[in-house]
């Protein structure tokens, strides 16, 4: 293992495991990379990273700088993390009914929460956030969803790291977020081979599906269309919260323990896997499973699960 100056080089370069033995198609491998192991617990550990240092570049940052964003996600972790380690003060947006460990999270990095309401999930978060920075404009508002630099992490790291490990990938199969992952690896992936279909996961409309969003939920991100999200997309799959923990569940047997969003983009891949003939479908696990053990997601009967993550946001 390399010596290295900061925990923030350890962004990156996450392993690649093949866990073909879940898919329903012989002919079909299905690997998966491991973004909880980024320091912060999470693939979003690389944006956040990447808005940092894109917002020092253009002057946006003094030292002690107050930054906000809207998270019901990962983001905010990984951006409390990166905060925490430069100097910067960080006010994260989140919906009140989001999971006890991300607010313990937060809190262990130094972040300071500004809860919105949890009957608007992600959308509220969104809202109120922008609300703010129009009454502190002082404050740098860095706003994942429409930042050049979230796709673009993925461009210059995720996508090339699989590409390196699997050149031989067919699908890449993401859950539909803020789309930066999609964007960013689905556009690396097909400059390499046009060949390489990419397919979205989103949740069914109304349904929450941590980390997960429906476009028809009423807010699509502005990098999604500015970037030409919808052509680059070949496919959108939806996976809802009993299929997200059934095989989020699956996993647990082949030894990898992923947050729910992984099992969504597994049953997304195994989907794909039964449509096609023969490939390599390369999925990304968001994050790892130790933030979701409270919902029971493993233990609990799966009614009862499925039941509360109807009213707790699990990120």
């Known amino acids: 293992m390399a010596l290295v100056s900061s925990v923030l080089d350890l962004i990156g370069n996450t392993p690649l495991v093949e866990v073909s033995e879940l898919s329903p198609n012989p002919a079909v491998r299905i690997l998966v990379k491991l973004e909880g192991q980024n320091p912060g617990g999470s693939v979003k550990d690389r ?10 570049k253009e002057g946006q940052l003094a030292p002690g700088a107050t930054l906000v964003e809207p ?4 983001t905010g972790i990984g951006l409390a993390l990166v905060c925490r380690v430069k100097g910067y003060h960080l006010k994260v947006v989140l919906p009140a009914n989001v999971s ?3 607010r313990q999270l937060l809190r262990a990095f130094g972040a300071e929460i500004i ?5 608007e999930g992600s959308n509220g978060a969104v809202r109120l956030a922008n609300r ?3 009454e502190h404009p002082e404050w740098v508002y860095l706003y994942q969803y429409a930042n050049q630099a979230n796709p673009k992490a993925h461009y210059e790291g995720t996508g090339p790291e699989i590409w390196r490990d699997c050149p031989e990938v067919t699908h890449f199969v993401a ?10 690896v689905g556009r690396f992936l097909k400059e390499r081979n046009p060949k390489v279909q990419v397919w979205a996961v989103e949740p069914p409309a109304g349904e929450m599906v941590d980390g997960l969003r429906n476009l028809d ?18 496919r959108k799959t939806m996976i809802g919260p009993r299929q997200s923990i059934e095989w989020t ?15 969504a983009a597994l049953a997304g891949a195994a989907r794909c896997a039964e449509q096609i003939d023969e490939g390599t479908i390369v999925i990304v696990s968001a994050d790892g499973g130790w933030k979701y053990l409270s919902t029971g997601a493993w233990t609990d009967d799966l009614d009862v699960v499925v039941e509360r993550a109807r009213q707790t946001i699990y990120f």
Not at 47 to 56: D, N, T
């Open 47 to 56: 944006i956040a990273l990447a808005m940092v240092e894109e917002a020092e």
């Open 71 to 74: 998270s019901s996600g990962n």
């Open 100 to 102: 006890e460990e991300r």
């Open 115 to 119: 809860e919105s309401p949890g009957a």
């Open 132 to 134: 703010i920075h129009e």
């Open 175 to 184: 859950g539909l977020g803020t789309s930066g992952t999609l964007l960013g």
């Open 217 to 234: 939920d009423g807010y699509i991100p502005p990098i999604f269309l500015e970037l030409g999200g919808p052509e680059l997309l070949d």
């Open 249 to 263: 569940r699956r996993l647990a047997d082949v030894g990898i323990f992923a947050g729910i969003s992984t099992g």
